[in-house]
């Protein structure tokens, strides 16, 4: 555990600085305000493995009164430029019970070591009534699963888990958790300007990754709708909304 979140820092400290530009969905204004659009009338939330809280910065101009931890110093510095950011682990979090009327985690369970610990973390930390959203990059369908687990397994060597919309409302609900509603976001992205803002991989692995997509199966390409635009290798990405509470 310890071994694998140092690695986790060692890899976000590094992109920290440009991690906002690094890759199109994490400031894409579509997918930011359908994470606003769930999170229903403002008051207190929390973004668990904020990263440089793009997210975050979406709800305070929606009134939100914004609250944000992560495991990396970098992406913490970031975030603190525009909320409440502090350093720390998503299994054990420093913030009293009962704090919080939102809590939201985009793009960060795959890489959790024990995810049910965090669950309970965010139970504990949601106010009665409160919302948990969870969002996730996941395939559209079986056509492109296990291509994309494909790709994901070579460009990220901490992920713990490959994640489906049904991987993710499973543990939800295994994890005392009722889901009440579903979201989708598609965004187009790059997967050239991905790998070319991958400072932690090779550049043998950078090149597996962009040969994978623009070499992907014929169904997968179809879906996704990958082309080549200008030497870009671009695809669509699949990003789902649960919005989930306490049962
Ligand atoms: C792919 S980034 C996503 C950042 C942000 N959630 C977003 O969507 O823009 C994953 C983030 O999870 C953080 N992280 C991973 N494991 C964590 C843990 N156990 N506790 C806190 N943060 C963690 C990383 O440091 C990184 O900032």
Redesign the pocket.
């Known amino acids: 555990m310890e071994i694998h ?1 140092d690695k ?1 820092k060692q890899q ?1 400290d590094l992109r920290s600085s440009s991690f906002d530009r690094s890759v199109y969905w ?1 400031t894409d204004p579509g997918l930011i305000a359908a994470h606003v659009r769930l999170a229903g009338a403002p008051g207190r939330s929390l973004e668990m ?4 809280g ?2 975050s910065r979406g709800l305070k101009a929606a009134g939100w009164d914004c609250s944000g ?4 110093a970098g ?1 913490v510095s970031e975030a603190s430029k525009h909320i409440h950011a502090q350093v ?4 054990n979090m420093p913030f009293p019970d009962h704090s919080f009327d939102l809590v939201v985690m ?3 369970y795959f ?2 070591d024990d995810g049910p610990a965090a669950l309970r973390e965010v139970r504990r930390v949601l106010k009665p009534g409160g919302r948990f959203i969870l969002s996730h990059l996941v395939p559209f369908s079986s056509i492109d699963r296990e291509h994309l687990r494909k790709v994901h397994t070579v460009k990220q060597a901490q992920m713990r888990k490959f994640h489906t919309t049904e991987t993710l409302s499973q543990e939800l609900e295994e994890n005392g958790f009722s889901v009440r509603a579903h979201d989708q976001a598609v965004v187009r992205e790059s997967v050239t300007l991905w790998m070319r803002e991958a400072p932690e991989l090779s550049e043998a692995t950078r090149q597996e990754v962009c040969s994978l997509v623009a070499n992907s199966p014929t169904d997968y390409r179809q879906l996704r709708r990958v082309e080549v635009v200008n030497g870009e290798i671009m695809e669509d990405w699949n990003f789902v909304l649960i919005l989930a509470s306490p049962k």
């Open positions: 979140n986790i976000f994490v493995c904020c990263g440089t793009a997210v931890i992560d495991i990396s992406m720390g682990d998503v299994a985009r793009q960060a890489l959790l």
